[in-house]
């Protein structure tokens, strides 16, 4: 089983090329099926060097599958495919970093024309899909997979690893007034409990880290002005927008 750990490890190794870079494209699409899968698996013994698509793409791509899952409608399935995501991101960090800020888009509902990227659904769109009873069931069951996998220790250090994104997580953490409202009446104390553990993992280490630059320092200051406003009754995020730091 280590062994097998090792394949994706080495073939990062030899992609040769920065974090932000070899993972800033994703295979998945909501209409991938198998055989499009088993296809990609054997990209790299039946194409040169050259080629555009990797196995490593493919093995990241089976990851943003389980993503997927993680937000289906089967309660079951949903637990399962989150556990084997946090098992997934314990051994594949380098996963973590690009996919933050998508889903940290999901529940802000700022990810309009972001559907099916990394595997998660648009909670935007969910957001006009009723059930038979006017419900947004299906809002409900994303947010709630979306805030598990946040919730794990992996994406929750990624999250914590620089200033902006500590900045981004608290306006996205205090900009969900919206979310819980179009949520149904029984999902909504769900919905709070997954988004108040987000909250306790990233309250337990904020005020413990670092802050070494200036830019930091200056983010850090941007950061405690927004909670400020926020309990002066300003600068509270509206309608899933949250305001983007900027330091010159």
Known sequence: RNASFQIPRRLRKRRGVTDEIASSSTLFS???????LQLS????????NGAEQTSLETYECLIDGLMSM????NINVRGTASGVVEYAFSRFPWVCKPRTQRL????S???IDQNGEYGIPSCSKLTIQLNSQGKRDRLAEVVKGVAKIIATPKMTKELLSCEFNRFEIIQTLCGTQRLVSLLPDEEVQ?????????FLNFRSKFFSLPRVTDKDQALHESCLNFL???????????NGVSPTPTIK
């Open 30 to 36: 909501t209409d991938m099926d198998i055989k499009t």
């Open 41 to 48: 698996l054997k990209c790299d013994i039946e194409e040169s």
């Open 70 to 73: 993680a937000c289906h409608p």
């Open 104 to 107: 940290l888009a999901a529940v």
């Open 109 to 111: 509902l700022r990810d």
């Open 190 to 198: 769900k919905v709070v409990y997954y988004l108040n553990c987000i």
């Open 228 to 238: 400020l406003g926020i309990l002066k009754g300003e600068d509270t995020p509206q």
